[in-house]
C-alpha cells in the first residue's frame, strides 16, 4: 500500500473486516505514536531493523538510503531478517 494513505487507523479497520495490509506508512500518519518515530531515528544505523508491536499493528523501520518504515496486520516480528544489499 502507498505510504500516503496507509495509516494504523486503515489498517485496524481493514483488520475487523478480516482484510490484512502490509504497506509503507509515513511518519507523519495518523495515529502513529510520536515517541516510537523518534525513539527510533535516534542511532538507527545503515541495516538496522526495528520493530515494535502494538496489538494487531506491527511496525517495523529501517535505514536504507533513506528511512524506510512498514506497517503491517499480516507479519509479526518473527520473519523479520537482515539482509546485506550492495550499492552500485
Avoid: C
Avoid at 500500500?1 to 507523519?28: C, H, R
Amino acid at each position: 500500500m502507498d505510504k500516503w494513505y496507509s495509516s494504523p487507523i486503515l489498517f485496524q479497520k481493514l483488520q475487523e473486516k478480516g482484510i490484512g495490509a502490509t504497506g509503507l506508512v509515513s511518519e507523519n500518519a495518523k495515529g502513529i505514536p510520536k515517541d516510537i518515530i523518534h525513539a527510533y531515528e535516534v542511532d538507527l544505523i545503515e541495516t538496522e531493523i526495528r520493530a515494535h508491536r502494538s496489538k494487531n499493528l506491527l511496525f517495523i523501520q529501517w535505514k536504507d538510503l533513506v528511512l524506510v518504515n512498514v506497517l503491517s496486520t499480516v507479519y509479526d516480528s518473527s520473519k523479520i531478517k537482515q539482509a546485506k544489499r550492495n550499492y552500485v
